[in-house]
């Protein structure tokens, strides 16, 4: 798998789940991308503020070989293997107009319209609305330059885009960022804060004003089969627009080219084209609403030994729904960082004795003492079988069950200890990063 985004959708007035925040907000001193804890058991275990880094940069500014990887399904879960930025990969025609001089590789902005309304379509209704909320965000540092996208938050200039964007693929925070809105002006910018456990970072625009902000829906209540439209800009190319359907929810992705410096997403899965350079961009539904942010793709390896190059798109992708990014994106505004929910638990998949690739649950293996898996009364051996009415099976699922709730709220999980199945009452905690 690889990581990867589009871009978002304007708001243009209050709608159901839409989230408009107040342009009073005035952003903290600008702190810097808070460190990734180390994750804690293996397959995804939920540690007291530990998870997997969730680094991942947009590529240098000539055509890189993406970092390798392979995507498998097994009882660690979902396991995105190589990472992508914004950079052409091996095989790929490198675009090499660079308006914004800052080592991306870009296409002239372009305005998404509807020419003729009679024979428009969802897709067609959807693109023209979100566009003006689409960007594309332009990084360079030390280790290297590219792009990605990203979606307005607000019309002074908070942008919401992925934190491997900004992070280089994890080699180091961007020392020079600038954006490109949908009218192609062009901003520098700051990250205000970034979130890796969940792949997220807030850019705050200089001067900037009259921008449009997207409009968020409630990600909750996304159905298998909706319409997903992902805008973006994937090699460059700004305002591309791509369809299809959600193909799945609460897909939990582990995205890293190991299981234990992994980014662990409850994610909405998507059959609509992404590729490099959508990283941070919005999936759409038909009016045009955010429904996630683009983050990851599976990819197939290529090549022989020690030369796993990625395949591009192949209609597996996955997005950050929009209620968890919401949530993170205004403590970033409002604090300069975010809270991680957590249990308190190490653990790993629970396999069958007879298919050892077949996940059974979620087998804690430590519980921290003073956690709320602690003051719940769970121990080590249990196996957790459900959280809530979610089916788990692998320990990465468990992570991404807990981390898709919000802090402070109270789960029920399934447990199996000894022969016995029992319900355990949990309030979840938080903790920093």
């Known amino acids: 798998m690889s990581d990867n985004g589009t871009t978002p959708t304007p708001a243009t007035g209050p709608q159901p789940g839409a989230w408009t925040p107040p342009p009073a907000w005035q952003p903290p001193a600008t702190p810097q991308p808070a460190p990734p804890h180390p994750g804690a058991g293996s397959h995804g275990a939920v540690p007291p503020g530990g998870a997997y880094p969730g680094a991942v940069p947009p590529p240098p500014a000539q055509p890189p070989t993406a970092r390798g990887g392979r995507w498998r399904i097994g009882i660690a879960g979902l396991l995105a293997g190589a990472l992508i930025g914004g950079g052409a990969g091996a095989g790929v025609v490198a675009l090499t107009d660079d308006p914004a001089g800052r080592g991306g590789s870009t296409a002239a902005a372009q305005n998404v319209t509807i020419k003729n309304p009679e024979t428009a379509s969802a897709v067609t209704a959807a693109a023209a609305k979100a566009a003006p909320s689409v960007v594309t965000v332009y990084v360079s540092g030390s280790s290297g330059s590219g ?9 002074d200039g908070y942008v919401l885009t992925n ?3 900004v992070s280089l693929e994890g080699n180091g925070t961007a020392t020079a960022v600038s954006v490109r809105t949908s009218d192609g002006r062009l901003y520098d910018a700051t990250v205000v804060g970034a979130h890796p456990i969940s792949d997220l970072a807030v850019l705050r625009l200089d001067g900037a004003s009259g921008l449009t902000p997207a409009t968020f829906a409630n990600s909750d209540k996304v159905q298998v089969g909706d319409l997903a439209v992902a805008i973006g800009a994937p090699l460059g190319l700004t305002d591309t627009v791509t369809d299809g359907i959600v193909s799945a929810t609460g897909r939990a992705v582990a995205t890293g080219s190991t299981e234990g410096d992994a980014t662990v997403i409850d994610a909405l899965q ?3 084209a992404i590729n490099p350079g959508n990283s941070g961009g919005a999936l759409v539904n038909s009016a045009g609403e ?6 990851a793709i599976a990819s197939v390896a290529t090549g022989g030994p020690g030369k796993q190059e990625q395949s591009g798109n192949i209609g597996v992708g996955f997005a950050i729904p929009s209620n968890t990014a919401h949530r993170i994106a205004k403590e970033i505004i409002d604090n300069g960082s975010a809270k991680t929910t957590y249990l308190g638990v190490s653990a790993r998949t629970a396999a069958d004795d007879t298919n050892p690739e077949i996940g059974t649950g979620a087998q804690i293996v430590q519980v921290e003492p003073g956690t709320p898996a602690a003051d719940a009364g769970l121990r080590a051996g249990d196996v957790v079988t459900a959280v809530g009415d979610r089916l788990i099976t692998t320990s990465t699922e468990l992570t991404a069950a807990v981390r898709s709730q919000t802090p402070g709220e109270q789960v029920a999980l399934t447990v199996q200890r000894g022969g016995d199945t029992q319900q355990v009452e949990v309030t ?3 903790t920093d990063g």
Do not use: C, E
């Not at 990605?148 to 019309?155: E, I, W």
């Not at 955010?290 to 983050?295: D, E, F, H, L």
């Open 428 to 430: 979840l905690g938080s």
């Open 147 to 155: 792009s990605g996208s990203g979606v307005v938050l607000t019309d």
């Open 163 to 165: 934190n491997h964007v």
């Open 290 to 295: 955010v429904v996630g942010i683009n983050t």
């Open 270 to 272: 998507t059959d609509a």
